[in-house]
């Protein structure tokens, strides 16, 4: 079965650092995401990507957060000088449709410290 | 943002029973639902959705049912194995426009004792 690959699974990173959370979308698929989990908080959305823009972005995808589409498979979230509180689980999805059906990956697990 | 709630952060029920997580939303604009089911050190996997011209959809085992009225949904297990432990969030969209975001629940950690 087609799934979403996240790399790597466990970043540390030291405050104040750029980091680069890595994602292989279903080859497919037309839509692409980016969620994140706060260590006994919910599941939040951060951006959505379609056709090579950016469709939708919360309130925390700030400055400090850029997503691209270097090449034809990969779909990255760039952090630019992390914050202890950027410590989570980020989920990157796809889906073909972009509506339902969303395929997660494993996720990567980011402390800052 | 309290736009979807699901009240119970746990359930336990003995194999072979029903489990009957609940799922509660305010926004009266999502028009699709979703449920999710997550294992630890894994990323949330699709189970089930219904739209909101529904009122009941069904899967197999996975039941959904939704009362736009109440602006609540429920997922009804049936019969509960132990290989459905896991922490299952509600979810909920407004389709207007493609790519839009899903609005998590917070999630209910379901156990299936054998």
Not at chain 2, 17 to 33: A, E, G, Q
Request: proline residues 4%.
């Amino acid at each position: 079965e087609p799934e979403v690959t996240q790399t790597p699974s466990h970043q540390v990173t030291q405050m104040g650092q750029e980091v680069i959370l890595r994602c292989v979308p279903i080859s497919n698929h037309l839509y692409f995401y980016w969620y994140r989990q706060i260590l006994g908080q919910k599941v939040e959305f951060l951006v959505s990507f379609y056709n090579n823009e950016i469709s939708e972005k919360s309130e925390i995808f700030d400055d400090q957060f850029s997503v691209e589409r270097p090449d034809g498979s990969n779909f990255t979230l760039k952090i630019r000088s992390t914050k202890l509180e950027d410590s989570a689980m980020y989920f990157c999805a796809s889906s073909e449709l972009g509506v339902g059906g969303y395929t997660f990956g494993s996720g990567t697990r980011l402390t800052v410290v | 943002d309290q736009q979807v709630k699901q009240n119970s952060p746990s359930l336990s029920v003995q194999e072979g029973r029903i489990s009957i997580l609940n799922c509660d939303y305010t926004n009266s604009m999502f028009d699709y639902f979703l449920w999710y089911k997550k294992y630890p050190a894994e990323g949330p996997t699709f189970l089930i959705s219904i739209s909101s011209i529904k009122d009941k959809n069904e899967d197999g085992r996975f039941t959904v049912f939704l009362n736009k009225s109440a602006k609540h949904l429920s997922l009804h297990i049936v019969p509960s194995q132990p290989g459905d432990s896991a922490v299952y969030f509600c979810a909920a969209i407004k389709r207007e426009t493609s790519g839009s975001r899903l609005t998590f629940g917070e999630g209910t950690q379901l156990t299936v004792n054998p």
